[in-house]
Every structure is written in C-alpha cells, then in structure tokens.
C-alpha cells in the first residue's frame, strides 16, 4: 500500500445538517454534478457575559478554524475516529484545538498500523494476543526498541487509543466479545502547586505503557516544565554575537526578552503594541513591570497571572522598536494595522509570529491558514541561521541550544546573582530563594531549589569524576600497559 493514514486540517469546519428548503435557516448547496440540497448550522448551548444582562446561555454554531480530520490509508475518512474528536471538542468548556490536533495526529498513527497489519480494529479475539489493543501495545514497544519513537510518545498515543476505545464502549458503538484490556486501580504519588504530596487513584490497564521516571539531579538540565539546559556565559555571549550578526531585529530583541526576563516565547510573541506604548526616556525606574495572563493581552503557561519585569534599557529599545518603519510596514500588512492591541512581533508578510489563545478559540470566517502559529519561525531561525552560524563562524562545534532554554539560563544567572549577595552576607539563603521564586514565576519552591543546587550539583560530579580518573590513571600508569601493548 502506497498511500498512508493522514491528518488534514481544515481551515474553517462548520457541523450542518440536511433540512427541507423551507426551513428558516436554509442555505443552498449545488453540487459539480448540479445536484442541490439545503442545509442549517448545528447549534450548541453556550454562555457569553452581557454588560446589562450577566451572563446568560445562548445557542452558537458548531464551528471551528484549524479543524483536524483523520483519514485511512485509502483516503477515506475514518468515521469513528473523527465523531470521537467532534464529541470531545463540543464537551469541552475550554477548546484548545491543538488538543485535538494531537488526539488526531494520534489516531492517524494507530489507522496506520491496522491498515498496515490488516487487523480488525472492532473484533476482539479470545486470546488476548490477538486483540488490536495488545497487539498495538507490542507494536509500540517494539518502535521504542527500535529507537523510531521515544517511551513518552508511545504513552501517549497508546493513552489515546485506550481513551478512544473507553468512549466507544460507553457510547454503545462497540460491544467487545472479550475484554479489551485489564483493569486495576492504582494509586500514585503527586505534588500540587505548593510542593505538597497528596495520593490519587487512578484506573491502570495492563495495555498502557508505563514509563519509570528518574530524576538525576547531577544532569546538566534543569527541570522546569521540560529538561532545560542553561546557556554559560560564554555561551551566551556567542548567541548575542551571533544575533547582531544576523541583522534580524526582530529574533534579537525576543532573545533579549528571553533572557532578561525568563517569559517564554508565547508569552513574549503574544505581546502587544500598547505595552511598550509609553517612552520612558529619563525615566528613574531601573524596570517596568508588566501584568501577563487572562484579560492583559499576552498569553501565559496554564493562564497564569503574572508579572514581568522588563529592564528599562530593554524596554526603551522595546519601544524605538515599535516606532520604527520596519515594525510600521509590517502592521500594515496586518488586519489589524496600528491598533493598539497589534501584536507587538509580527513577521515580514504582517502575520504573528505566535496566535494568541483568544484569537484561535474565535472563529473567523476568512481564516484561511491549515496550521496555527506558535513560533515555528522562531525555532526554524534558531536552527537554520543561530545555530550553524554559533558552531561554523565562532568555532563552537558541539553548540545547541532551544528558546526554552533561554528561561533556564534567565533563572541561573538570577540565582547565581543572588548567591553571591548571600556570601557576602547582603540578603540570606531564604531571602535570594523567594526573590528568585517569584521572578521565575515558580508556584512550588521546590522547583526554585533546582536553580539554587544546579551549580553545586554540577561541580561535585565533576569533581568526583576527575578525582576517579585521575585515581585511575594512576592504576593503569603504574601497570605499564604500554610496553605491553
């Protein structure tokens, strides 16, 4: 079979149905073999807020931008599958469709393994080894072993399936003559956003695919929603250089951003025009502070509340910048134009770097893209352009860094100031923890403590490495191996 299991997404999706002509929302459709028929919006129940009324519920159409379908190896759309991510995204309460984009990317994995292996997704044999489920598991194994997939992409798709096939079941579509799976309950132990441990219950199946973590606190990553590497200073004297090399503007002042305030690159590609509004030239202030998350404009991890503190130096090329005739041209490439609520960043062709989540959740009848932004030009800049030209021109081979990384480096070089207050006896440990707490915008401090033992951590491995290998060295030089050789 040549052809594979696909995802397409659409770029406007709208759920209708077939009425009679006289019916009073009635469009007409003609097909390319001239055949006509009416149909009528789908509407579902939902609320919006009345400045006069409060909120009160409403009737919306089912429609969506980016809409993801998932297709067979043979063109044809997988029903089930496709019902399956329609229902989830009309129970929601809050619609992130790249939630559902993932869902489908998922399915479209597990199409491709039963078109390839020419198993029957609904029929569930006696011997379990022949059911879809477990066979798929062994599959997904042995990918892993294979190394063509890592242990957490096959939780995940794995997770899917068994999440599809528990809504099948429930939803009456699919009676099994044999189980699909075992189940057992089982209990795990989680922290909440304070670092306190709590227990849940949760169901297992004997078909999930169980990854053990371990948390090696000697690695050269922090873990802070993803293992980051912090750039030495070196290193980022580099990736500066190399930006002003580059003459881009624009990815020079998001990796200052970056860097001087630790937000990530949603946070900072969502920010707008009228923050950097005012100038704040003569100004005393030594930063500007910057409310981020639901009901400021810029999106934010979770829609947390939070705060940035930009540096004022940084905050005046901020606003040069948005005066300038280059970030002038390219607002009037945008719909938006001049507006105040203009993201701040926007490409040459006037288009965000980075959607907001307000902006991709409101339908628009005109969308006419088949993916959302979310940075991809950033991350494409980095490892087309930053990266080759860090290892090729200033001679820095091994060198690679992601933008994620750049918060990881912002939390170090804060930590690393702060402990050196402490040494002197300026602030204490306690003190220099919280300031770099907030500043990371850390729920836990446990995660803050990660900064604070990196440095220490780091320099005891490699001591205890150097002093192993000098200890054996010393073994093999006493044992004169070369004239043995």
């Known amino acids: 079979m040549t052809n594979k299991a696909r995802k397409i997404t659409l770029s406007k999706f709208a759920q209708t149905k077939v009425v009679q002509p006289s019916h009073f929302e009635a469009t007409e459709i003609t ?123 096959a939780r995940r798709r794995m997770s899917t399936v068994i999440a599809f096939y528990r809504w099948l079941k429930n939803e009456g579509l699919l009676k099994p003559e044999f189980p699909m799976w075992k189940e057992s309950d089982r209990f795990i132990d989680l922290k909440n956003d304070f670092g306190s441990t709590f227990t849940k219950k949760i169901k297992s199946t004997d078909v999930s695919i169980k990854v053990t973590k371990s ?40 990796h200052l951003l970056g860097l001087a305030s630790g937000a990530r690159i949603q946070t900072i590609l969502t920010m707008r025009l009228h923050h950097v509004f005012t100038n704040m030239e003569g100004s005393e202030l030594k930063e500007i502070r910057i409310p981020a998350g639901p009901s400021t404009g810029i999106d934010t991890k979770n829609d947390k509340k939070i705060v940035l503190h930009i540096p004022l130096w940084l905050y005046q090329k901020l606003y040069i910048y948005s005066q300038s005739e280059n970030a002038q041209v390219r607002r009037k490439k945008s719909l938006l134009g001049d507006s105040d609520d203009q993201y701040l960043f926007l490409s040459n062709r006037g288009t965000p770097y980075y ?42 081979p091994k060198f690679k860094y992601r933008f994620h990384d750049l918060r990881a480096t912002f939390g170090m070089n804060l930590t690393d100031e702060q402990l050196e207050y402490v040494a002197r006896g300026q602030i204490s440990l306690h003190q220099a923890r919280e300031f770099v707490r907030v500043r990371m915008c850390h729920e836990s401090s446990a995660t803050t403590d990660l900064y604070l033992q990196y440095r220490q951590n ?28």
């Open 31 to 153: 097909l390319r073999t001239q055949t006509k028929y009416h149909i009528a919006h789908i509407t579902q129940n939902s609320f919006e807020y009345d400045p006069i009324y409060g909120t009160r519920e409403t009737k919306s159409p089912v429609q969506f931008n980016l809409y993801p379908l998932v297709v067979d190896s043979y063109g044809v759309p997988w029903a089930e599958a496709n019902i399956y991510i329609l229902d989830r995204i009309k129970n929601s309460l809050n619609v992130v469709m790249a939630t559902y984009s993932n869902i489908a990317s998922d399915l479209v994995a597990f199409r491709q393994f039963l078109d390839d292996t020419n198993v029957n997704w609904v029929t569930f044999d006696k011997n379990k080894l022949y059911r879809p489920t477990y066979r798929y598991r062994a599959y997904l194994r042995t990918m892993i072993e294979a190394e063509k997939i890592s242990f957490s992409t």
């Open 355 to 396: 959607q907001s989540k307000a902006e991709i959740k409101h339908f628009h009848e005109n969308f006419a893209l088949h993916h959302a932004k979310n940075g991809q030009t950033v991350r494409q800049f980095i490892n087309d352009k930053v990266i080759p030209y860090i290892q090729n021109q200033l001679n820095n």
């Open 215 to 254: 948390n090696n606190p000697y690695a050269e990553t922090i873990n802070d929603g993803g293992l980051l590497r912090p750039l030495s200073k070196d290193e980022q004297i580099h990736l500066l250089e190399a930006l002003s090399a580059l003459k881009n503007t624009e990815m020079l002042l998001i």
């Open 458 to 485: 780091l320099k005891h491995i490699r001591q205890v490495s150097d002093s192993y290998n000098d200890h054996l060295f010393k073994i093999v030089t006493s044992l004169d191996l070369d004239q043995k050789l």
